[in-house]
């Protein structure tokens, strides 16, 4: 049996058995939807690199080394003038002492109990800069102003080198599933500050780092699941609702949608994903795609009912008409998505497979409850005369008469805005991941703008043997490395081993400024660091800067101001150059969240391009099989690859900086945007077959799916549009790049395509 012959023997079964289907989609559709309540929201923002990134590896390696990197960061300014008053230091104090208190906090080092160490004769004393700062005299708190600010280790760090801020780092140790974690230590450390702020309401308080961030993540998904779903709803029911005309049409459509998206998010839920911000969108997008099928059904049987055609028989010629393209969009487009299971962010491939299994049972729920539905209700639309041209028709006559200009301006367009494809820089900076209605964003701004910059690099840097760092090469190396990296203009603050043995050198010659240098024998410098270890407070030892065998130090390089993904690179790489030509033997790459963050984008891009070309490929070897043309297969890749291509280009003219969504957008939008050109060419080569010329194929064409193509343009723009509402960058430009995108693939097939097939597909069928 041929495949016209199945297909009219399944929608005779479909139409018959209609309210036994109905029953059965409802049925499994609710069975599948109770997965919903195994739905998990994740708030690391590790889950966005894979295990195998190298980056994120190195940083493993460096917190197994020293500590873990988990931090919050506390601003504390008052109104006006320094923080060297009894009032502020006595805040600071308090609030160090109440730090310690945090749920999985491991070390706290702020502005107050900085381990100051001075030499008394023979004897080294290592104590807290501030005790008791409520009870200190005018000379105590310029004593405290003059080293706080002289400092090396705290300056531009845990006090602004102005004096009009203090900071608090609190390091956790966070266990291996931290989201409940994150939420119990923010909850703690916010309700801290409610009540510091009740107590001094003269004084602001900032809360920002890399465990706050997480919570923002947390926060960040959820407002964008639970606000953007029901706005993309009622946007694609009024939509619908407007451009069908038709209420059964939009009912119909509207509740294949909901099924679509039910059984979608419950298989989730079975499964047992678990969210995060980069991928929130996911019920998002298969709502707003799972309308395209059945607006070109339902399109397509109110034209034949507006033609006089019996209800059921508008049913028929709809599905005969529309089941092979919606079936190969279908195909199609869930292989696009398919495509993120290449990127190397992890929450990528949740939303390609999430999304490719909503948009197939999209299509299983248009070619059965669909027809089902519209058999059983009462669908009427507008009588339309044959003799009168529709706007398409009159629309399809003029891209003929005009397609010698169309194609040459069409193609002038396209490539003045490819031009400006190498104008976009490709950055990502966690810091600005979050738009100002989040408080994380705000207190992180400002902690940036006015005490110390949230963008470091960290390096280890090894001695070569056990005991090593104590040599007084390997410390006049790390020293010459300090040296160079606080020239760099970028730089704000470097922390580094040699500055503490500097300062016991310092302390052991009776505090003379003369002796701020390093020590002259590795025995001395020993002897000096073991003292210090022995003198210090129980919780602020050096573990966090010497490994345990004493064979590597930590230098980390804080970054003053907001500077890019490319930026952080192009540092890293001259320290690496600067060590390569100076200290070869510690020649070693940066690590941290923020390098980390800055290599995402490059290798997630570099990956998801070759996906995306050997997507493109196979798609266009599917469109020359299923079409048994060449010619249009080679042309379908222009209307497919052409508009994600003047999207980046119009970016870079407009914005400039490409990141993480950048990334995958051109994988999500071809999934999206090759629906229009296969149906456009299944129409057109259907006509072509039926021996009209290019030009009246054409006009059959715009004719028999201008309509739908508009209509599902405008819905698909209209719901990716309300990605803009995020607060999250990833998503909003995300939705703005395929927003773009999918408006420039609706002007590619309307004044691109057809001039060009009528150009180029000359021959007879």
């Known amino acids: 049996m041929n495949m016209p012959l199945l297909l009219e023997r399944y929608i005779e079964i479909i139409l018959r058995r209609r309210w036994v289907v109905i029953a059965l989609a409802t049925l499994f559709m609710l069975a599948v939807t109770g997965g919903v309540r195994f ?97 200190l005299s005018d000379a105590d708190l310029q004593r405290v102003e003059e080293i706080a600010l002289n400092a090396t280790e705290i300056a531009g760090r845990l006090v602004a080198r102005d004096g009009r801020v203090a900071g608090m780092a609190i390091t956790f140790a966070l266990p291996e599933n931290p989201d409940a974690a994150v939420v119990e230590i923010t909850d ?100 707003t795609i799972a309308v395209a099928d059945s607006i070109h059904i339902v399109t397509a049987a109110l034209a034949g009912v507006g033609r006089g055609l019996d209800k059921n028989e508008a049913i028929i010629d709809s599905l005969r008409l529309n089941a092979w393209p919606v079936f190969l969009t279908s195909v199609t487009t869930a292989g696009g998505f398919l495509t993120l299971n290449a990127s190397d962010s992890p929450p990528f491939h949740v939303l390609g497979n999430l999304v490719a299994f909503g948009v197939l049972f999209a299509f299983i729920y248009s070619m059965t409850i669909l027809p089902a539905l519209l058999s059983i209700l009462p669908l009427r639309t507008r009588r339309t005369s044959a003799d009168r041209p529709g706007f398409f028709d009159r629309f399809g006559a003029f891209v003929i008469a ?56 960290e390096y280890s840097l090894e001695a070569g043997r056990e005991g090593g760092i104590t040599d007084p090469d390997y410390l006049r190396a790390v020293d010459a490395f300090t040296q160079w990296y606080r020239m760099q203009p970028e730089v704000a603050h470097v922390q580094a081993f040699p500055d503490i043995m500097k300062r016991l050198n310092r302390n052991m010659h009776g505090d003379d400024p003369a002796f701020y240098r390093l020590p002259d024998s590795g025995e001395l410098a020993a002897q000096y660091l073991l003292l210090y270890e022995f003198s210090l407070p129980f919780g602020s030892d050096l573990n966090n800067r010497i490994d345990v065998a004493k064979s590597a130090t930590r230098l980390t390089a804080t970054v003053g101001a907001h500077v890019s993904s490319q930026q952080l690179r192009e540092l890293d790489a001259r320290a690496q150059d600067w060590l390569q030509a ?132 405008l819905v698909l723009v209209a719901g ?20 773009g995108t999918i408006l420039f693939a609706l002007l590619a097939d309307f004044f691109l395509l057809p001039p060009l097939l009528m150009a180029v597909d000359r021959k007879k069928l």
């Open 188 to 287: 703690y450390l916010n309700e801290l500050l409610d009540e510091a702020r009740a107590i001094n309401p003269e004084l602001a308080y900032y809360l920002t780092g890399d465990v706050v961030m997480n919570r923002a993540f947390a926060d960040t998904t959820k407002d964008d699941m639970e606000r953007l779903t029901p706005v993309v709803f009622l946007i694609i029911l009024v939509a619908t609702a407007l451009l069908l005309r038709s209420v059964i049409g939009t009912l119909v459509t509207i509740l294949v949608v909901m099924f679509t998206v039910n059984t979608a998010m419950g298989f989730a839920g079975w499964i047992g994903t678990v969210f995060t911000p980069v991928n929130a969108g996911v019920p998002l997008i298969i709502m």
């Open 402 to 457: 005009r397609r010698t200009f169309l194609l040459c301006f069409s193609s002038l367009v396209t490539v003045v805005l490819i031009a400006g494809i190498p104008r976009n820089e490709l950055t990502d900076n966690w810091t600005q991941y979050f738009d100002e209605r989040y408080q994380f964003r705000r207190d992180t701004d400002f902690v940036i703008d006015n005490l110390t910059g949230m963008e470091t690099l």
């Open 39 to 135: 739905i998990g929201v994740t708030n690391d923002y590790r889950t966005l690199f894979d295990e195998g990134n190298p980056q994120l590896a190195a940083f493993d390696a460096l917190e197994a080394t020293y500590s873990d990197a988990n931090t919050a960061l506390i601003a504390v300014a008052p109104g006006e003038g320094s923080v060297f008053t009894p009032e502020t230091l006595g805040a600071v104090e308090a609030l160090t002492e109440a730090a310690w208190r945090a749920p999985y906090s491991t070390r706290v080092d702020s502005l107050t109990n900085y381990n100051h160490s001075e030499a008394f004769g023979d004897d080294l004393v290592v104590e807290p800069l501030v005790d008791d700062a409520l009870s």
């Open 720 to 739: 990716f549009l309300v990605f803009a509402l995020s607060g999250f960058e990833v998503s909003w430009s995300l939705g703005l790049m395929v927003t």
């Open 582 to 713: 100076n200290t070869p033997d510690m020649v070693t790459a940066a690590t941290g969240v923020s390098i980390t963050f800055a290599h995402l984008s490059q290798r997630n891009i570099n990956s998801m391009l070759r996906a995306t070309i050997i997507a493109m490929g196979l798609i266009s070897l599917i469109f020359i099989l299923v079409f048994k043309s060449v010619r249009l297969g080679v042309i379908s890749l222009v209307p497919n690859f052409v508009p994600a291509a003047m999207s980046f280009g119009l970016w870079g003219y407009l914005v400039g900086q490409v990141g993480l969504a950048g990334s995958v957008m051109t994988a999500i939008a071809f999934g999206i945007i090759v629906d229009d050109t296969t149906h456009f060419l299944s129409k057109y080569l259907k006509a072509r077959r039926a021996g009209n010329p290019a030009p009246e194929a054409v006009l059959y064409t715009f004719r028999t799916v201008g309509q739908a193509l508009w209509t599902t343009t």
